[in-house]
């Protein structure tokens, strides 16, 4: 299962390097580095091996992270996560929380500055970084054209792996044919996401619902990361609502709070609920 993610991420990996060059091989490298060596000084004190997750959790950290993001950030985030979103909860299986979005999250909230303006436009193996602001951003302050198109096909700012709407759509489907993501969370979350969006358009809310739908993080996350199978709900009808917890919170956080993305801040509320949901719906059963 883990193989088959990593499989679905690496069409994600070449494009961004395209867009991004050295700056993504060193970050890749220091994420790798620290997640692999904090996992293996972990597992090697109750005779364990690495995991083949530690290479999912580094890959969807460095593909999360603002391409300007520095590489002790970064160390510092991947080594957070994996020790404290995964290993002390006893390793792989046991984690209650995605450990990609607990490392981060904590840098995000630790080093605000750098993470909220690490932007820059992609092309030319980011030879020429000319540093600029996400969709998110200027949507959030009423500026800015948005191409659709340009959108759709990864062409503009914002983390080093979200913006290729179209690779991850082919992975979305990917993961759904194999069996290794849950349709129901990647339906429920993005569909949650669109109604209530739409719902805030129509409230004058919210400017451009299409945009603030391609714009950010959510269709990255949601097929990613909302459906992590260790800390997703285990019960299949208790996917719907986890989805729809996610893709809620997302546009709340993006539209009435500080912080102009929130799908990191979903997954983590999502995950401190998912056990609930399960029992709650096994208890319903039992009535």
């Known amino acids: ?68 993001t520095p590489w002790w950030i970064a160390l510092t985030g991947i080594i957070f996560g994996v020790l404290f979103g995964k290993e002390v909860f006893g390793g792989f299986g046991r984690n209650p929380f995605n450990p990609a979005i607990v490392g981060r999250l904590f840098i995000y909230i630790t080093f605000p500055n750098i993470m909220t303006y690490g932007w820059m436009e992609p092309g030319n193996f980011g030879i020429n970084a000319i540093t600029t602001a996400t969709p998110l951003k200027l949507m959030r302050s009423g500026e800015g054209i948005f191409d659709v198109f340009k959108m759709f096909f990864g062409f503009r700012a914002g983390s080093i792996g979200e913006s290729f709407i179209f690779l991850i759509i082919l992975a979305a489907i990917y993961l759904i044919y194999t069996k290794t993501a849950s349709w129901k969370i990647i339906l429920s979350t993005f569909f949650s996401a669109t109604i209530l969006t739409y719902l805030f358009y129509f409230s004058g809310f919210i400017n451009y619902p299409i945009q603030f739908l391609l714009s950010g993080s959510l269709l990255f996350v949601t097929v990613f990361m909302a459906t992590d199978p260790i800390s997703a709900p285990k019960n299949q009808m208790a996917h719907w609502y986890y989805g729809i917890l996610i893709g809620s919170v997302t546009v709340l956080i993006r539209t009435f709070s500080l912080f102009p993305e929130g799908t990191s801040f979903a997954i983590l509320l999502g995950n401190t609920f998912a056990p609930l949901m399960d029992e709650l719906i096994k208890n319903k059963k039992k009535i």
């Open 1 to 68: 299962m883990m193989r088959r993610v990593l499989y679905a991420l690496t069409p994600i990996y070449l494009f961004s390097l395209y867009f991004y060059g050295v700056k993504l091989v060193i970050l890749s490298i220091v994420v790798f580095a620290g997640g692999i060596l904090t996992e293996y000084i972990m597992e090697k004190r109750v005779n364990k091996k690495v995991s083949e997750a530690v290479l999912v959790t580094s890959l969807l950290f460095v593909l999360s992270l603002p391409p300007l």
